[in-house]
């Protein structure tokens, strides 16, 4: 059987179906992450989980919200043998290209498992694909693109 491909939600796209789901884009976006939960659950692809969601989602203020991703990210996802000497020499080499330190903080841990990225955040994904794009060796976008590129439905 093959490995499951590598996937690195950030916790942005962790919270999409928290949110407002008025807007047709935010729905769109709900649909692709359930989606892709729906295939991680399955075992086709492989959450990767970091410190730096687990700092980002313990500071959501809403309970509900905090909990349910922090029970997903514990039953589903997959903490790895991260090298922090490394994954800060790429994060803080991304921080002074332009990125937050959050941000930064992601691409760099998806980037050392050569995990598949994916966002919500436009900016960060405008940044990453123009910007940025020869000191990002990994591939990056919306829930959206990446259920496309993968044919997931």
């Not at 995990?115 to 123009?130: E, G, H, T, V």
Request: some cysteine; hydrophobic content about 40%; charged content about 30%.
């Amino acid at each position: 059987m093959k490995e499951a491909k590598k996937v690195y939600l950030d916790a942005y796209s962790l919270c999409r179906p928290f949110d407002d789901q008025r807007y047709l884009r935010i729905r769109l976006e709900t649909e692709s992450v359930n989606l892709i939960l729906s295939k991680i659950k399955e075992g086709k692809y492989k959450m990767l989980v970091s410190p730096v969601h687990v700092k980002e989602i313990e500071a959501i203020e809403n309970n509900f919200e905090r909990i349910e991703i922090l029970e997903l990210l514990k039953k589903y996802g997959e903490s790895i043998n991260w090298d922090m000497q490394k994954t800060r020499q790429i994060a803080e080499d991304l921080i002074i290209k332009g990125l937050g330190t959050a941000d930064a903080a992601h691409i760099a841990f998806a980037q050392q498992a050569g995990a598949l990225f994916i966002s919500c955040d436009d900016k960060l994904l405008k940044k990453c694909l123009n910007r940025l794009k020869n000191k990002i060796s990994i591939w990056c976008g919306t829930p959206v693109t990446f259920c496309d590129k993968e044919g997931l439905k």
